[in-house]
């Protein structure tokens, strides 16, 4: 039987941090699956850290991932250093290891999920509360395929 103190299965939450609201999912690393949580709305940039606490304690995550915004280029963007940070902040504030990935395109591809959903076009900029727990999915999803076994951990 595995020690499940080095086992990196369980639950995860995934984090589509932004300066007015921050998407969340949930997810099971044993079937690399994600699905949205809820979107939490955030004040000049700061996350409302109850919520968050809430969340946590509900779920009992084995860790927490973290989208981090780059450029095509690799470039930083605006909100680059406002995502580690935050990243860097739920480590310290929940002792629970943190990961990064970059999220570059989950915007993108929550935007074509709804769009293909039949709830997309004009009305996509009312979903965009629905759009950021989706694209804190597609993080989650990501961080499962290409670093599951930890190695991008913050804390």
Not at 3 to 29: P, W
Not at 36 to 56: F, H, N, S, Y
Not at 65 to 92: C, I, K, M, Q, W
Not at 104 to 133: M, N, P, Y
Request: glycine residues 10%; neutral net charge; hydrophobic residues 30%.
């Amino acid at each position: 039987m595995p020690d499940s103190r080095t086992s990196t299965h369980g639950t995860y939450l995934g984090f589509d941090f932004g300066l007015r609201r921050t998407g969340v999912a949930v997810g099971e690393s044993l079937t690399g699956s994600a699905r949205p949580l809820t979107t939490l709305q955030c004040r000049e940039g700061k996350p409302d850290w109850d919520q968050v606490a809430r969340l946590i304690e509900d779920w009992q995550p084995r860790a927490l991932v973290v989208g981090v915004p780059y450029n095509d280029d690799g470039s930083d963007t605006s909100v680059t250093a406002a995502a580690e940070r935050f990243a860097r902040r739920l480590h310290g504030r929940f002792g629970l290891p943190v990961h990064t990935v970059d999220e570059s395109l989950s915007s993108h591809a929550a935007e074509r999920s709804l769009a293909t959903s039949g709830r997309g076009g004009q009305r996509l900029r009312k979903h965009k509360a629905e759009i950021d727990k989706l694209a804190a999915a597609y993080i989650l999803e990501t961080w499962f395929t290409e670093y599951g076994n930890g190695s991008t951990e913050t804390g």
